[in-house]
């Protein structure tokens, strides 16, 4: 099955910095989304992404899916920017999730 | 707002006790789904549901069963709790389609952080 890397696993950043986040996944997907889970454990949809970007806000999201990768950026980050990332690919069937297993970012005021 | 709720945050069990943990979802949403998360793994689907009644084996189904009673409801069930399934667990719904297209938008409850002692 599909196989999902994330880098870094851990990200300490300073308030207004930015980043970057990737996903490499093992074989060609059909798409792949973006999560967000905050410090209290909440997991929200931040991109589906199957191929090309996407810009939400300070955040946007590039998946190269004939490279097998994607990219998350963060533009002066915010302490509420802190928590964990997960990137996932859809399975070949269903609607249902292979989740990498996350990046923690924490940005200090 | 798609609002899924689950039954408890926190839980402590004994091992070899039975564990219900209730998942609602107030949205009509199609599908359902039980994951678990643990630090460096991620999270992985334990068991998921396309409709009332249904239900399909995830990538660890071992040790958990499920029920799907009503739409709305999605129940995980550790028939004998062990010290291995301490862990978050975290329920999904999604709609299935929305306005005749696919969706793949994933909504995820609070997560209830289960310890077995």
């Known amino acids: 099955g599909i196989q999902v890397e994330q880098s870094p696993p851990d990200l300490i950043l300073q308030e207004g910095a930015n980043s970057t986040l990737r996903c490499n996944f093992s074989d060609s997907v059909n798409n792949l989304q973006w999560f967000h889970q905050n410090p209290w454990g909440q997991l929200i949809n931040l991109f589906y992404i199957p191929s090309g970007t996407k810009q939400n806000g300070r955040l946007s999201a590039t998946t190269v899916a004939t490279e097998r990768y994607s990219l998350l950026y963060i533009s002066s980050s915010q302490t509420t920017d802190s928590g964990v990332y997960f990137c996932?690919?859809?399975?070949?069937?269903?609607?249902?999730?292979?989740f990498g297993p996350g990046t923690r970012l924490s940005v200090l005021p | 707002d798609v609002k899924v709720t689950q039954s408890s945050r926190y839980l402590v069990k004994r091992t070899g006790e039975k564990v219900f943990l209730e998942c609602v979802q107030d949205?009509?949403?199609?599908?359902m789904f039980w994951y678990r998360q643990d630090p460096g793994l991620g999270l992985r689907l334990i068991y998921f549901s396309y409709d009332v009644k249904m239900k399909e084996k995830g990538d660890i189904p071992e040790g958990y069963s499920v029920s799907r009673e009503k739409k709305e409801r999605f129940s995980l069930i550790l028939e004998s709790a062990s010290t291995n399934q301490t862990s978050m667990y975290l329920c999904?719904?999604?709609?299935?389609?929305?306005?005749?297209?696919?969706?793949?938008?994933?909504?995820f409850g609070p997560g209830t952080r289960l310890t077995v002692t």
């Open positions: 996932a690919s859809l399975r070949d069937y269903g609607q249902n999730f292979v």
């Open positions: 999904a719904s999604n709609p299935g389609t929305v306005a005749g297209e696919i969706s793949y938008e994933q909504y």
């Open positions: 949205m009509d949403h199609e599908n």
